[in-house]
């Protein structure tokens, strides 16, 4: 192995670092909590090195988004691969997201709340952030029912499950009717 090989790989490596160190601090403390000093700190790097590799929070806050729109896309997957039946696959894929969501929620805030400079629905859309939204239409798709676009369908059912987990978080609908509102949101929207 050469001598840029070998630095190729550490700096990947040490990105990787500042991308997981920033998760776990947002994820225990909330993104607040998450600054370059004291990501230099956790990591053993100065903040020099931290911005060789990101030019602030906000780019760090996109790294993270796009590790966890890889991270949706393949539970979604997962999901609706493991289900028998177009309905069946779209119940999965939303309990999927939910969980996600539930399970990741400064990862969730990264993608879908704060601003990390990532373009959305776009040309320069990264390419992860446009994997997650063919993840969902691969099953709901088939749903959509005659004469609706299909990425429309995705859309509409995506905005839905952003929505409720959303309003789930911040403890404004009752944990109760949980599963209800996926069977609702299935019944009424999913066509098959």
């Known amino acids: 192995m050469s001598v840029q090989e070998r630095k190729e790989r550490e700096r990947a490596a040490r ?6 160190t920033a998760r776990e601090l947002a994820e ?78 400064a990862v969730y805030d990264a993608m879908f709340q704060l601003d990390g400079g990532l373009a959305f629905a776009a040309e320069d859309t990264p390419e992860p952030l ?13 749903v959509a029912g005659d004469g609706v676009h299909p990425g429309l369908f995705t859309e509409v059912f995506w905005a839905a499950l952003h929505g409720l987990a959303t309003l789930t978080r911040a403890g404004r609908l009752p944990p109760a009717e949980a599963e209800r509102r996926v069977e609702l949101l299935v019944e009424r929207l999913a066509m098959a």
């Open 130 to 142: 446009k994997d997650a939204f063919a993840a969902l239409l691969e099953s709901l798709g088939e």
């Open 28 to 105: 225990q403390q909330g993104w607040d909590a998450v600054t370059t000093r004291r990501l230099a700190d956790r990591i053993e790097y100065s903040q020099p090195v931290l911005y060789s590799h990101f030019r602030g929070k906000r780019e760090i806050i996109g790294a993270v988004a796009l590790q966890g729109a890889a991270e949706m896309a393949a539970a979604v997957r997962a999901a609706a691969l493991a289900a028998a039946g177009p309905r069946t696959r779209v119940t999965a894929l939303a309990r999927a997201y939910l969980d996600f969501a539930e399970r990741n929620p």
């Open 15 to 20: 990105e990787r670092l500042i991308v997981a």
